[in-house]
C-alpha cells in the first residue's frame, strides 16, 4: 500500500502500466494510453510509454494494469465548517468521502450551520467566510469549492456584486430560503449569472424546515444553471414532470444518491434519449437525513449503469468531465494541463463481473486502490470500499 504524502509540491508524477484509462471526457470515454506524466500537479502529458517523456521522476507509480480515471467530483454537498456536519454530528465525513474516490466537492449551500444568518448582511457573511476557509482548509487534500448563499427576499444587484467581488462564485440552492416564486428567482438568478456566480435551484419537495415545494414551473421560470437534484432531495417531482424539464430546459441535469432512485433513473434515461447526455453531472446531497455516504458518487454510477441500461464509462463521465466542463472546473478530464486529480480503480474482489467496468455494469460497486489529488498521494486501499482485486504500487 502506498505511503501518504501530505503536503508540498508533487514534482514530477509518472504513472505506468494503466489498464484501463477512464478520460472523463463523455465523447471519448476510454483512452488508448497507459501512462500519464504530471508535474507539480498538473497533467503533462497522456499516451503511450515509449511516447511519454518518463526519466527521472520524483515519484513513478505502477499501476499493475488497473484502471485509472479522473477524480469524482460529488456536485452536490452541504459542508459547514472543517471536516464536521452539525447534520449528523459526524467528524470526518470528507475524508471518508475522499476514500470513496471523491477528490472535489462543490458546495449548495451552507445551510446546516446552526443558527444560519438569514439576513442579507449575515448571509454575505457566512458566504465569504466558507469560501476563504475552504480555500484555506482542504481535509484530506479534497477541493471543497464552499460559499455558495441561499437566496432571501430583499437581496439586490449589488448584493451580488458584492459576493462575486470577495470571491464567491456559487449560490446555495434556491428555495431553500424566502425566495421561492420564479419570478423572484429568476431576476435574482440572472443578477448572479451576470456577475458570474453560477446557481442550482432545489427540486421537488421539503427537505428542511424552511424550504418548500419547488415544482417544475417555478424550475423553468428560474432558469438556474444546475436543475438540482432533478430526482428530488428526498422527494421527487412526478417522473413526466421531471422527463418535461430534460427536454424544455437547456440546464445541467443533476441526479443525486439523497433522492428518488427511480426517477434518477428516468432522468438519466431521458437525457440518453434526447441526446444530451453531457448535460447529467452527479452528487450526493449530503451530509443529510439520510446521513453521510463515503461511497455515495461510485454507488450513483453502479445504479445508473446497472439499471439505467447506461455503458459504465459513460456514467463515470457524468461524475467527471461533464461536471468540470458544466462547472468551470480545472478537474474530472485526463488532457494536459488539467489537475492531476486521480482514482485508482479495480473489480472489486469475487465480482461476478470479468472486467472492471463488467463489473458495475453488474450493479457492484468497484475497489479503490488509491487516490492523488494535484499529483499527491492522498489515501492508498481504500478503507470503505470493498477490497480491489489489484492496487498499485509507488515504486519509487
Not at 514534482?11 to 463523455?26: A, M
Not at 460529488?74 to 465548517?81: K, N, Q
Not at 433522492?259 to 451530509?287: F, S, W, Y
Request: aromatic content about 4%; proline content about 5%.
Amino acid at each position: 500500500m502506498a505511503d501518504v504524502a501530505a503536503t508540498g509540491k508533487s514534482g514530477k508524477v509518472v504513472i505506468r502500466n494503466i489498464g484501463l484509462l477512464l478520460s472523463g471526457d463523455i465523447d471519448r470515454p476510454i483512452l488508448e494510453a497507459d501512462t500519464i506524466v504530471a508535474n507539480d500537479g498538473l497533467i503533462v502529458a497522456v499516451g503511450k510509454e515509449a511516447d511519454c517523456d518518463t526519466a527521472g521522476p520524483n515519484l513513478l507509480i505502477d499501476a499493475r494494469r488497473t484502471c485509472v480515471a479522473p477524480g469524482l467530483i460529488d456536485s452536490h454537498v452541504h459542508p459547514v465548517f472543517g471536516d464536521w456536519t452539525p447534520r449528523q454530528n459526524q467528524l470526518g465525513w470528507i475524508d471518508s468521502t475522499l476514500n470513496g474516490g471523491v477528490t472535489t466537492m462543490v458546495s449548495a449551500g451552507e445551510v446546516h450551520l446552526p443558527g444560519r444568518p438569514k439576513d442579507i448582511v449575515g448571509l454575505k457573511a457566512l458566504a465569504i467566510t466558507a469560501q476563504r476557509a475552504f480555500d484555506n482548509f482542504r481535509p484530506g487534500g479534497v477541493k471543497v469549492l464552499a460559499g455558495a448563499p441561499v437566496l432571501e427576499k430583499g437581496m439586490v444587484e449589488q448584493d451580488f456584486k458584492d459576493l462575486a467581488d470577495a470571491g464567491v462564485t456559487l449560490l446555495g440552492e434556491v428555495g431553500l430560503g424566502s425566495v421561492k416564486a420564479g419570478y423572484e428567482a429568476q431576476a435574482m438568478v440572472a443578477w448572479a449569472r451576470k456577475h458570474g456566480i453560477q446557481s442550482t435551484i432545489h427540486t421537488g419537495g421539503p427537505s428542511i424546515p424552511g424550504s418548500g415545494l419547488i415544482d417544475k414551473d417555478v424550475v423553468l421560470e428560474a432558469d438556474a444553471d444546475i436543475i438540482g437534484h432533478i430526482n428530488g432531495g428526498h422527494t421527487a417531482l412526478p417522473e413526466a414532470h421531471v422527463c418535461e424539464l430534460c427536454e424544455k430546459s437547456r440546464r445541467a441535469i443533476e441526479i443525486v444518491h439523497n433522492g428518488n432512485e427511480k426517477i434518477a433513473i428516468a432522468a438519466a434515461q431521458a437525457a440518453m434519449q434526447l441526446k444530451c447526455p453531457h448535460r447529467v453531472i452527479l452528487g450526493t446531497d449530503g451530509p443529510a437525513g439520510s446521513g453521510v455516504q463515503p461511497l455515495g458518487i461510485l454507488r450513483m454510477i453502479a445504479l445508473l449503469s446497472s439499471l439505467g441500461g447506461i455503458p459504465a464509462e459513460l456514467v463515470f463521465c457524468f461524475a467527471t468531465g461533464n461536471t468540470a466542463r458544466l462547472r468551470q472546473l480545472n478537474c474530472g478530464l485526463i488532457e494536459p494541463g488539467r489537475a492531476a486529480d486521480f482514482v485508482f480503480l479495480d473489480r472489486a474482489q469475487h465480482t461476478a463481473g470479468r472486467t472492471l467496468l463488467e463489473s458495475v455494469q453488474l450493479g457492484d460497486i468497484p475497489g479503490v486502490g488509491m487516490v492523488m489529488i494535484d499529483g499527491i498521494v492522498r489515501c492508498g486501499r481504500s478503507r470503505n470500499t470493498p477490497p480491489a482485486t489489484e492496487i498499485p504500487v509507488v515504486v519509487s
